[in-house]
C-alpha cells in the first residue's frame, strides 16, 4: 500500500521552502514513511515576468501589498523567524525574485533523473540561504543544478530547448484544476488538500488519515470474542460436564 504525496511549489515561494521542511518533518516522524511518495509539481506564482527578470525582494513585497518597504522587511524577519525555528536558513534581505518557469523544466529534468528532491532543495539554497541572485542568469542555473550533482552538458540541453515544458504547463492546468489559487498545495492521494505552511501536526493527521483509508479497522461482530478459539497458547477446552 502506498500513499501519493503531491506537493505544488514555487521556488520565489518562502512558504514553500518553510512547507517542504515541515511535511518532512511529519513524514520522518510518520511509521508508514517507507509507503508514502512524493512528487512536486510546478506553480508559477507570477508566470508573465520575462525569462530573464532579477529584481529586489522588499521593494516589490510593498509596491505589491502597498506597504511601505519598513514593513515589507518587518514581514521578511517575521519569515526568517520561522524558517529558523525548523532549522532553516533564511536571508531576509537582499534577495531577489524573478521568472521561475526554466527551473521547473529542470525539476522534471530532475524528476526524470530520478533525483527531484536533490534539484529543489539545491533551488531553494540558493534563492533563500545563498548571499546571490538566482533568477534571470541561466549560467547561475546552471551553476546550480551541477553543484546538486546534474550533469552540466544535460542542464545545459534541457535549458537551450524546450524540454518539459509541456509538462510544466499541465502541472499548472492540473492545479487549477484541482482549485489551488496559492502554494504550498499539497493533495494526498488525490482525496485529501492541504494549503499553506501548514505545522507538522496537521501534515502528520493528514497522513494517517490517507493511510486508515488504505487499511480500514477491523471491526469485530458482538460475541465473536467470547467463542472459543486457538492461539500461540494452544486452544481453549471446553470444559465437560
Not at 112 to 124: I, N, P, V
Not at 195 to 209: H, I, K, N, T
Request: hydrophobic share 45%; aromatic share 8%.
Amino acid at each position: 500500500m502506498a500513499v501519493q504525496v503531491e506537493i505544488w511549489t514555487d521556488i520565489n515561494c518562502p512558504f514553500c521552502y518553510l512547507g517542504k521542511r515541515r511535511f518532512e518533518e511529519a513524514l520522518e516522524a510518520f511509521p508508514h514513511r517507507d509507503a508514502v511518495s512524493v512528487v512536486h509539481k510546478s506553480f508559477e506564482l507570477d508566470p508573465t515576468l520575462p525569462r530573464d527578470h532579477s529584481d529586489a525582494v522588499v521593494p516589490h513585497i510593498a509596491e505589491k501589498y502597498g506597504i511601505s518597504e519598513a514593513q515589507a522587511a518587518a514581514n521578511e524577519r517575521g519569515i526568517g523567524a520561522q524558517a529558523e525555528a525548523a532549522g532553516l536558513t533564511y536571508l531576509t534581505s537582499g534577495r531577489d525574485f524573478g521568472n521561475s518557469f526554466d527551473m521547473h523544466r529542470l525539476l522534471h529534468f530532475a524528476l526524470a533523473e530520478g533525483r527531484q528532491e536533490a534539484l529543489l532543495d539545491a533551488l531553494y539554497a540558493a534563492n533563500f540561504a545563498v548571499d546571490a541572485p538566482l533568477f534571470g542568469d541561466a549560467e547561475r542555473l546552471v551553476q546550480v543544478a551541477v553543484g546538486a550533482g546534474f550533469d552540466e552538458s544535460a542542464v545545459r540541453e534541457v535549458l537551450d530547448s524546450d524540454a518539459y515544458a509541456e509538462a510544466v504547463r499541465a502541472d499548472e492546468a492540473e492545479a487549477a484544476a484541482l482549485g489551488a489559487r496559492g502554494v504550498p498545495f499539497f493533495v494526498i492521494d488525490r482525496k485529501y488538500g492541504v494549503s499553506g505552511a501548514q505545522p507538522p501536526e496537521v501534515f502528520a493527521q493528514a497522513l494517517e488519515q490517507a493511510w486508515s483509508d488504505h487499511a480500514p479497522q477491523l471491526v469485530t461482530l458482538p460475541g465473536a470474542a467470547d467463542a472459543e478459539a486457538c492461539g500461540p497458547d494452544g486452544c481453549a477446552v471446553p470444559e465437560r460436564n
